[in-house]
Every structure is written in structure tokens, then in C-alpha cells.
């Protein structure tokens, strides 16, 4: 007995009525991308790992799928080597090209191939899969959608405002309500100098990114593992649980980081950031909150981070400025800000709250039923001035009894039903039938469309 076909832990198949769900997002995300100046492009799922490799950090770089070289692969390789079982020194041997982990870094080298084809500032978006070697969980995979809209070669804090309306019209669009949590990594670095450890900045960054995960205690204990004093983590923690409103944060890191210039940078960025958008009407909180660390090395400024307030779930959306990336494939001096949006759990949230659209959803609209070959050819120009007139439409393809055909149209949730027979054609009209009210009657082609149009 043939063994049972599976797939892969962390990947999803998805079926007809997932995938109208799916479009639905992607294409809402699209419009709002497009209402904004942004062009899309896409770049190769693998990329070289020379390219990926030392772009997310220590446990990043652990995520990475990297693809095993084709031919001999071991040619080059000691006996010694192969002895020693050391995975990763033999991955670098064995593989020279990883799936990309996110959007952002293959978009960076991008832009420096193609640097003398584009216009700066340069607006792009991208809606393609990426995959991370990550413990699946709910609302966490191997393979899933980014929907990310970068802007390359400028340094305009006006590209962060229009992130977050961005962000906000997607969500207001979707119907879902979201807190738009920022931060700025000046801010953090500053943090980490006025307690003397301005040198462990990626360290207390990754742990403090970890606080809605693991909570205080382990977040403490693992700024102790990386060699931080007791003395600094304690001068820490009330810079970490700051509360209040967006303005009495603000002023409180303005006495707070008073020493620091970087961290003075950063908080005036993000008072401009919140003071524009204060006067944009925009829908969803923005809230500066200090524990929001993204945990990515070359974020370098403003940093975002998306969360549904009706579902417990974790971030649908993020980013921020990376000032940095560029100049590692030898293009210094261009800055970027971006978004990502998370298409999948995005899916997840639109799912456990049931806000897609009816139209969204509604595959085939009408469908005419088949009761042989002088019917069928009756019915044809119908459908054709059917589809013409914009509604999904078919004919049943076999002259199968009226059943079956009637049982196909509810499985498919197909709301009309057209059924013509020699009285309808010698009448030179169609029975229309409603699935949805079990109403129906004979309509000429212009009523019929009108009906299933909704006119």
C-alpha cells in the first residue's frame, strides 16, 4: 500500500475558497500600495548565502533554508572535514544558495544591480513567499507571504508617516482594529550607552524584543547570560516598562537621555513621526513603545510593529528604517524605510473574525445547467454575453441529470442556477433560479444579467 502523501511541517495547501480569501488580501494591500506611489517588482526565490548570510543576526542566520549544491558536492571536501560532523562548516561547503528569509535584504541587493536603471528616491513593493527554518506554531510558518513597500534614497521622516497610513489604511480597510506600536533604535542605543553598555546594543535589543514572548524575568535573565551586569540590567527596567501617554514618554526620554546625543535623535524622530500623524485622522492607536526592538541588526532608525487588538496572535505588520543595508553590497550612503505585512496571519485574523466580503469570496455566479446538445448550443451566446457583462459564469459540461447539476451548483455555492429546456428556448427566454431563496422565473438575456448583477 502506497504510503499517505503529506507536506512539509509549517507549509499549507489551500483550497479554492482559501485562495479567493487570499487574493482578496493581496490585492487590497496592492491598491493601497498603488495609491501611494509605489511599482512592484520581484526577485528570485534563492538568492546566493553569501547575499542572506550575516543580514539577521546570530539566530537569523540559524533560520536560514539553504539549498544543497547540485553534482558532486563532496568534491573538495577532507575526509577530516566530513569526520568532524561540523554542520555548519559542511553547509558552507555543500550549499552556496539559501531561500531568501525575508524581503528586505534581497530587495538591498536589488537595488545596487540595478542602481544606474533606477529613479531615487525609489518607491517598490513586493508580494512573493519567503521561508524561515522556525518551529512551527500557530500563526507561525516555514513558508509564508510577505507584502512588503520599501522607499530607497531618502532620508525624509515623511516616508515613516506615510508608512503608517499605510498601515492603517490596509487595517481600516479589513475592518480590523490594530494598535501601531513605533520605536527608534537611536532611542535604544541611547539607552544602552547611558547604562554603559553600548556595546551589547544587539544583545539587549534581541532580549528586550522577546518581552511579550517570555516575559520580564527570562528577558532579565537572558541580558544576565550575555555578560550584562546586575547594575545595568536594574537601571533598565524602568526605561523598559515606561508607561503613559505618546507626549509624557517623550518627555520623560528627552531627561532620561539627556547625555546621550543618538538617543536624543531618536526621540525627537519619533516626536515628529507622532505629531504628524496626530493630525492625519488616522483610525488605529500609534503608541511609542520602548519595548519594541525588532530584533533585526540592520534596522537603524524608526522601527514599526503591528498588532490586532481582537485576536491573540503575534505582529501582522512591521519594519522601520535601515540606514546601513545597502553599503554592505557596496552601496554607501542610501537609506530605506519599509513595511511588511504579514499576508498569513493576516488570513488567520480575516478568518477567526469573518471579515471577508461576500463578493470577495463568491466564486462562479450563475451557472447553466446542460440537458443536451440543442440546449447547450442555446445557451452558449447567453453565456458568452454573460461573462461579457463581468459575472463568472459556466455551463455544466455534461448533459448529466438535473441532480447532479443542482447538487454541483450548491456545492459551489453558486447563487443562480439558469435552466433551459425547449419551452424556454422556444420562448426565446431562461428559468432563473435563486439557490440562495428557491425564487425562480423565466427572464429574457437583459433581465437575467440584470438579476444576477444585483441591478
Known amino acids: 500500500m502506497a504510503a499517505k502523501p503529506s507536506i512539509p511541517k509549517g507549509t499549507r495547501d489551500f483550497s479554492p475558497l482559501e485562495m479567493a480569501k487570499r487574493n482578496y488580501i493581496f490585492n487590497t494591500i496592492r491598491e493601497v500600495f498603488h495609491l501611494y506611489g509605489f511599482q512592484q517588482i520581484e526577485t528570485p526565490s534563492m538568492e546566493n548565502l553569501s547575499t542572506l548570510m550575516g543580514k539577521y543576526g546570530d539566530e537569523g542566520d540559524k533560520l536560514l533554508f539553504k539549498i544543497q549544491n547540485s553534482g558532486d558536492y563532496f568534491s573538495g571536501i577532507t575526509d577530516e572535514e566530513l569526520l568532524s560532523r561540523n554542520a555548519a562548516k559542511l553547509a558552507g561547503k555543500f550549499c552556496e544558495k539559501g531561500l531568501r528569509y525575508d524581503l528586505t535584504v534581497p530587495f538591498a541587493r536589488y537595488v545596487v544591480m540595478h542602481r544606474e536603471e ?16 522556525d518551529r512551527p506554531q500557530k500563526g507561525r510558518y516555514r513558508e509564508f507571504y510577505q507584502c512588503d513597500a520599501d522607499v530607497v534614497g531618502s532620508d525624509s521622516l515623511l516616508n515613516e508617516v506615510e508608512l503608517v497610513q499605510m498601515i492603517d489604511a490596509v487595517f481600516t480597510r479589513f475592518g480590523v482594529r490594530v494598535a501601531i506600536k513605533i520605536n527608534n533604535r537611536k532611542i535604544l542605543s541611547g539607552i544602552a550607552e547611558i547604562i554603559g553598555e553600548a556595546d551589547k546594543i544587539v544583545d539587549i535589543t534581541v532580549a528586550i524584543d522577546k518581552l511579550d514572548k517570555i516575559g520580564l524575568d527570562n528577558v532579565n535573565a537572558e541580558l544576565a547570560s550575555k555578560g550584562i551586569p546586575q547594575e545595568a540590567i536594574d537601571k533598565l527596567q524602568p526605561i523598559i516598562l515606561l508607561s503613559g ?14 547625555t546621550s546625543e543618538t538617543g536624543l535623535k531618536g526621540v525627537a524622530e519619533s516626536e515628529f513621526i507622532l505629531n504628524a500623524v496626530a493630525g492625519l485622522g488616522i483610525h488605529s492607536g500609534v503608541e511609542l513603545d520602548l519595548t519594541l526592538a525588532r530584533g533585526l541588526n540592520y534596522y537603524t532608525g524608526a522601527i514599526f510593529e503591528v498588532k490586532a487588538l481582537d485576536v491573540q496572535i503575534g505582529s501582522i505588520s512591521g519594519g522601520g528604517r535601515y540606514d546601513n543595508l545597502t553599503g554592505v553590497f557596496g552601496m554607501a550612503g542610501v537609506s530605506g524605510v519599509g513595511i511588511s505585512f504579514g499576508a498569513d496571519r493576516i488570513f488567520d485574523v480575516l478568518n477567526q473574525l469573518d471579515l471577508y466580503p461576500k463578493e470577495a469570496v463568491t466564486g462562479t455566479q450563475l451557472l447553466f445547467v446542460n440537458f443536451g446538445e440543442k440546449e447547450a448550443a442555446y445557451c452558449l451566446p447567453i453565456l458568452a454575453k454573460a461573462r461579457a457583462a463581468g459575472i463568472r459564469a459556466e455551463i455544466y459540461p455534461d448533459a448529466a441529470k438535473m441532480k447532479k447539476q443542482m447538487s ?10 439558469a435552466i433551459v429546456g425547449e419551452n424556454e428556448m422556444n420562448a426565446g427566454q431562461v428559468m432563473l433560479k435563486n439557490m440562495l431563496t428557491g425564487e425562480q422565473g423565466l427572464a429574457d438575456v437583459d433581465t437575467l444579467l440584470s438579476k444576477v448583477l444585483g441591478e
Do not use: C
Not at 408 to 417: E, R, S, W
Open 118 to 133: 533606477l529613479t531615487f528616491p525609489f518607491k517598490r513593493y513586493q508580494i512573493q513567499p519567503v521561508w524561515r527554518a
Open 245 to 258: 501617554t505618546n507626549e509624557e514618554k517623550i518627555s520623560t526620554l528627552k531627561n532620561v537621555l539627556a
Open 408 to 417: 454541483y451548483a450548491n456545492d459551489k455555492n453558486i447563487p443562480f442556477v
